[in-house]
């Protein structure tokens, strides 16, 4: 029988409509703890799932924005809780919160900005930037994680493919970097393209780290996501940077930027905030 990624998800139901984050979900920093990709997937789901802002509304949402805070570890193998909130009801413009509880302990939360979704005719000379996406694909083969890696099943180890068509998980510094996700998020579903952008974007810093793993901590507290239009296909493009100062205006903090691509072209754009510590 087979047992590969494609057979698992990253989270599991539990008893009371919970979920249970799987060995899948683990992430680099703490082999008890989550990676911050499937945490903003589940989240995004989350979102995808709140009623219309208006009773009885035929209105169609497109996520615009998704801001994600990682408040708390979030424990692998441990029930969550999910309770969600329609902050600012609208037909135009919508404002949604969910929250992850551990118990009674708040581990990550997101709010989404929530756009009315229509069809609208552009000019033919609407000035756009150039596209700029990182090659496809297909232009590079998959390349295993070579740090943060050991005898556990992790997210950023086992559970996605990583195709770097600019720069290496060797090399530091900026790349472009196509991502897969292996696994489903819950069981029976496929992912959606909200779900695959939350999860890829929680790379950026991961992919674009100009700090040695074995060194230095560069752990991402949140993470904003700013979409056009959902995304398709399996493959999330990226373009990614961190930015940690300079050696005389370091403050230990720094952020990372990604350019978010699709099979389309241009997608979106996330920022994370990074704090940094020497290990």
């Given amino acids: 029988?087979?047992?590969?990624?494609?057979?698992?998800?990253?989270?599991?139901?539990?008893?009371?409509?919970?979920?249970?984050?799987?060995?899948?979900?683990?992430?680099?920093?703490?082999?008890?703890?989550?990676?911050?990709?499937?945490?903003?997937?589940?989240?995004?789901?989350?979102?995808?799932?709140?009623?219309?802002?208006?009773?009885?509304?035929?209105?169609?949402?497109?996520?615009?924005?998704?801001?994600?805070?990682?408040?708390?570890?979030?424990?692998?193998?441990?029930?969550?809780?999910?309770?969600?909130?329609?902050?600012?009801p609208g037909r135009k413009v919508s404002l949604v919160a969910v929250r992850l509880l551990d118990a009674d302990t708040e581990v990550a939360r997101v709010r989404a900005l929530r756009i009315r979704s229509h069809h609208l005719d552009l000019p033919d000379d609407t000035a756009q930037p150039l596209p700029d996406p990182p090659g496809a694909p297909g232009d590079a083969p998959t390349q295993r994680v070579t740090w943060a890696v050991d005898d556990h099943i992790a997210f950023h180890s086992d559970a996605c493919d990583h195709r770097f068509v600019e720069g290496s998980w060797d090399t530091p510094g900026p790349v472009g970097v196509w991502i897969r996700l292996r696994t489903r998020v819950v069981p029976g579903e496929a992912p959606s393209g909200l779900q695959r952008a939350?999860?890829?974007?929680?790379?950026?810093?991961?992919?674009?780290?100009?700090?040695?793993?074995?060194?230095?901590?560069?752990?991402?507290?949140?993470?904003?996501?700013?979409?056009?239009?959902?995304?398709?296909?399996?493959?999330?493009?990226?373009?990614?940077?961190?930015?940690?100062?300079?050696?005389?205006?370091?403050?230990?903090?720094?952020?990372?930027?990604?350019?978010?691509?699709?099979?389309?072209g241009r997608v979106g754009r996330s920022v994370q905030s990074l704090l940094l510590d020497e290990r």
């Fill in 1 to 88: 029988m087979s047992n590969t990624p494609e057979d698992h998800s990253l989270f599991e139901p539990g008893d009371d409509d919970t979920w249970i984050p799987t060995d899948y979900a683990r992430g680099p920093w703490d082999p008890r703890a989550c990676h911050g990709g499937p945490v903003s997937a589940l989240l995004a789901r989350g979102v995808e799932a709140v009623e219309p802002a208006v009773p009885d509304s035929q209105v169609a949402w497109q996520v615009a924005r998704l801001t994600i805070e990682l408040t708390r570890p979030v424990p692998v193998g441990r029930p969550l809780t999910m309770i969600t909130d329609i902050e600012r």
């Fill in 198 to 264: 939350a999860a890829a974007a929680d790379f950026g810093n991961g992919v674009s780290a100009g700090l040695p793993f074995e060194r230095f901590l560069y752990i991402n507290p949140d993470l904003t996501v700013h979409l056009l239009r959902d995304p398709v296909g399996e493959w999330i493009g990226m373009r990614s940077a961190s930015h940690y100062g300079t050696a005389d205006h370091s403050v230990g903090a720094g952020f990372a930027e990604s350019a978010l691509y699709d099979a389309d």
